[in-house]
């Protein structure tokens, strides 16, 4: 069984990059829950020749198409008059249709617009899909392997649709077969070759589709199957998984879709630690990204933006001799940032952050990027030198996910660890 | 002249909706301001033929293909492969960009990953296109009227290469035709349908094409025509943002490019003011933002995060029994802690916000969103009650945002404001 889809956005204003079009990608989810194998996505202006080469070229390759947007009461919506002419049938007019149409008008007692008439056609043959969340009726028509489904491109509708209707109607056309799942790890540490090199052979397993996705400082490691149970998904992708685990051992923060701040407050949660920041750096990043997750109230004490050095050594407690000496971006000051920090409040644990976030103040000795990080666990402390590469917004978030991540493995371990991430410069 | 081009995301995660891809409506709007009119968007998998297949035929109809993705070191990326076969060119390896790669492993002391010498390679004829923001270099090669040009996934890497260096190249190979180009004025404090009504004709003058973009709290306003040099972009739209800024008063932080948190910090260090903040809901948003200005520490001195109560008590001041009789929730509280923060610094101006981001802690009496700010300047302290709309994150950021326009005007007007955000509850 090989179904194969495509989803094509209707619109100017997508394509002049007006609007970010969500739609395609929500509905790529929603499709392959249904077994389709999404060839692509395309935004399309609403030129209808255009539009009409674009369906047909997509219908002779047996594709399910699933169009958002351009179904409107408008002249610029095209949808219909191009699906019927890719489709090589008429439209036609469902005065059904019409008529709910113009009750439901008479019902919030209002006129009914010139020209919505038009929201009530369909190509011929193609049945009606109601759509309950606005007044563009949608349609689904029937080609070979394949054909075309039209919903709205506002979001809210087309999901309303998508879920109440649509949904439905196609597993009424096609059936419902095998479909995909997938399955994820999340990892935070080491550089993305690496992980690759290191789980080279799992992503290449025969058994699933397996890839690898970035964002900045968290890494994706994603393994997609077709089965028809939760018990298959379960079978085919746990070996890959515990395998994958077993070789990344703490690198691995989380399966499934949970943020690195999310684990590391799960796990201060779980080892029942309170903790407190001490930040310069980072400006408040670590406790805006703790402070993100529900319930961090549990586990965060408080954060101490410490920019100015007068503020180090009043909130602190930092030595003006240790600034003076060594400077703000210093072993010593972040060791006293640390410390400071667990003698003030009640804290278990306390990460320090200091460090040159650029563009400027770095120099030959202390280059942007340099940040020293400290954590204090009773009376043990513990410091890093790291090297962080990127501009201003990407050391100050790659520095504070480091020292999220911590104050995740300190919590996991019961004690300071070792290897915080693959910024930290070796000695 | 009729220059065209198309943008192609390249990646399994974006065809199967684990990524929405936002890259494509920012390299549209890049492409238009250099002439170019955008046809369509496309999102393909990293199956080779088919990449291949993509981009040849996107050559054959003359168009500059974008690329975004596919060329980072590992085996799922296969752009570079694809572009060269589209081509029907050689990939090469670049010996000299090879060298510069390694030498900046080097440099950060670290192993050159097996493998990422992929990432200097690129199609015969291909002018290179350096990457200063990540490993994985970029490339344009000419074809006919259009040609591909190769950058990353990673949205900022993306930026980055097409500001810095791309733009640059692709002027040099297409040359610089009669280009759209824009003014924005950029408003905070009041919700869009009234900012709509208050500059509606402007909005439709036949002088140029207006448009308002809504980013959750900032609004930005702009105009866009089509000329042939700065002069007449002048004269065409100078009237229009004259006239928009008389009607609007403080309302608009900036014209162009500029983030409210620069707008924020360039008042105070205008106005020669030292600040520091106290906060509790925001949990270091509103240090986070103003810190994301290269030079914020001008201006900030500190912000104490204080989460828990007794760290309101302990840096700030606030009196137990005040926390216990009102809440920390309360006009007392924001007021202390406002008070606290000036009275322990040199500050000039600090500003408090304690609130209730939920989605817990919310009570019939004080709802999730309900948020006291207070700001204090000298002897002068006032307060606002805010109802904030929207989830935890959209808490946070409006409030955050509200809290540095306090800033911005009391830094203008040399006192403290009273008219902040439309967020503010009426009494």
């Known amino acids: 069984m090989d179904r194969k889809a495509a989803v094509i956005a209707v619109g100017n204003e997508v394509v002049h990059g007006f609007i970010v079009d969500s739609n395609s990608a929500w509905l790529s989810q929603s499709l392959a829950e249904l077994g389709f194998d999404v060839q692509f996505h395309m935004a399309v202006t609403d030129r209808l020749p255009d539009l009409t080469r674009r369906l047909k070229t997509a219908l002779d390759e047996g594709l399910l198409i699933v169009t958002t947007g351009g179904i409107g009461p408008t002249v610029d919506d095209r949808t219909r008059e191009a699906a019927a002419a890719a489709l090589g049938v008429d439209l036609k007019l469902d005065l059904?249709?019409?008529?709910?149409?113009?009750?439901?008008?008479?019902a919030m007692a209002r006129k009914f617009p010139e020209g919505s008439e038009r929201q009530c056609m369909r190509p011929e043959g193609a049945r009606l899909v109601p759509n309950a969340f606005g007044t563009a009726s949608c349609f689904l028509a029937r080609h070979g392997a394949g054909g075309i489904a039209a919903v709205p491109g506002v979001p809210r509708e087309m999901m309303g649709v998508w879920n109440e209707e649509l949904r439905k109607a196609v597993i009424e056309e096609f059936g419902l077969p095998n479909r995909y799942h997938s399955r994820e790890l999340r990892v935070?540490?080491?550089p993305e070759s690496d992980l690759n090199n290191r789980v080279r052979d799992l992503l290449e397993s025969p058994q699933a589709e397996g890839a690898i996705l970035v964002d900045d400082a968290v890494i994706r490691l994603r393994w997609r199957v077709q089965a028809e149970t939760d018990d298959e998904v379960e079978r085919k992708l746990r070996p890959?998984?515990?395998?994958?685990?077993?070789?990344?051992?703490?690198?691995v923060f989380a399966e499934g879709d949970v943020s690195l701040e999310q684990a590391t407050v799960d796990a201060l949660r779980q080892a029942g630690l309170h903790v407190a920041c001490a930040e310069s750096c980072t400006g408040g990043l670590i406790a805006h990204l703790l402070t993100n997750v529900?319930?961090?109230?549990d586990v965060l004490l408080e954060s101490a933006v410490t920019y100015s050095n007068e503020a180090k050594h009043a909130r602190l407690g930092v030595f003006k001799k240790t600034l003076k000496e060594h400077g703000a971006v210093s072993e010593?000051?972040?060791?006293?940032?640390?410390r400071g920090m667990l003698k003030t409040n009640g804290a278990d644990l306390a990460v320090a952050v200091t460090g040159i976030a650029g563009p400027t103040g770095g120099t030959p000795d202390k280059p942007v990027g340099t940040v020293w990080l400290a954590a204090a666990m009773g009376s043990d402390v513990r410091t890093w030198h790291l090297r962080v590469p990127g501009d201003r917004e990407l050391v100050k978030s790659r520095t504070a996910r480091t020292a999220l991540n911590t104050l995740r493995l300190a919590a996991l371990n019961g004690k300071l660890p070792e290897a915080i991430s693959h910024w930290v410069s070796p000695p």
Chains 1, 2 share one sequence.
Request: glycine content about 8%.
């Open 96 to 106: 059904d249709d019409l008529a709910r149409l113009q009750e439901r008008y008479a």
């Open 188 to 190: 935070f540490g080491l």
């Open 294 to 297: 529900a319930g961090s109230s």
């Open 332 to 338: 010593q000051t972040a060791t006293e940032m640390a």
């Open 240 to 251: 890959l998984l515990t395998d994958a685990r077993s070789r990344l051992g703490d690198l």
